[in-house]
Structures are given as structure tokens and as C-alpha cells.
């Protein structure tokens, strides 16, 4: 079992950025890939950017890249999207997923994340 809480959400003007963090309790957190998705009223939830469980492989949603940034410390049990540039089409509740079943690769498929958090919002104002 894995529990996921996310903080670090808020309101921030166009062009500014904001660090969303994860923490991950229950399994041991280097033997599983994370995932960050997002959700905007009335749309699918979004892939936004996935990393393996040593952090070396990473993959984005090309809405997002070089602007945001995934990184994962496994002595801490954490996960961090660090959001620069940020545009009002940003705003979304972000969630952090956990992918237990996967070895080695990373998914960018919401169907593949078994854990999930509670989602932190984030507001980026025009």
C-alpha cells in the first residue's frame, strides 16, 4: 500500500512559479515510478510528467516542458514538480500517482497508477 499527500498549490500570477510536493508513505518508495497528472474544471485528467524510481528517466507532456521540472528524493520519500513560466491554461488540481506494477520503464497512462493523492490546486491568474 502506498498513501500520497500532496502540498505546495496556490495562487500565482502569469509568468511566476510555484513547487508542488509529494510525500509517499507504505512501500518502500524507490521500488516504484511516480507520475504527476492534472485536472481543469470540465476536462480529462492530463498526464503532466512521469520519473523512474531511481529518477533517472523522466518523460513530459510537451505543454509543459522546459518549463516544469520532476525530481524525486528517495531518502526523503518525496516528489517535487518545480513549475516555472507558469500560464493561466496551468490551472488545474495537480495529483501525484504512484506506478507500483512497473519495473523499469515509466508510463505516461493514468489507467497504469495505482496510488493516488488527494490533489493540490493551482491557480494561475492572467
Known amino acids: 500500500q502506498v498513501q500520497l499527500v500532496e502540498s505546495g498549490g496556490g495562487l500565482v500570477q502569469a509568468g511566476g512559479s510555484l513547487r508542488l510536493s509529494c510525500a509517499a508513505s507504505g512501500r518502500t518508495f524507490s521500488t516504484y515510478a511516480m507520475g504527476w497528472f492534472r485536472q481543469a474544471p470540465g476536462k480529462e485528467r492530463e498526464f503532466v510528467v512521469a520519473?523512474?524510481?531511481?529518477?533517472?528517466?523522466?518523460v513530459y507532456a510537451d505543454s509543459v516542458k522546459g518549463r516544469f521540472t520532476i525530481s524525486r528524493d528517495n531518502a526523503k520519500n518525496m516528489v517535487y514538480l518545480q513549475m516555472n513560466s507558469l500560464k493561466p491554461e496551468d490551472t488545474a488540481v495537480y495529483y501525484c500517482?504512484?506506478?507500483?506494477?512497473?519495473?523499469?520503464?515509466?508510463?505516461?497512462?493514468?489507467?497504469?497508477?495505482?496510488?493516488w493523492g488527494q490533489g493540490t490546486q493551482v491557480t494561475v491568474s492572467s
Open positions: 500517482a504512484a506506478d507500483t506494477s512497473r519495473t523499469y520503464s515509466i508510463t505516461r497512462y493514468s489507467s497504469e497508477y495505482d496510488y
Open positions: 520519473i523512474s524510481r531511481s529518477g533517472s528517466n523522466t
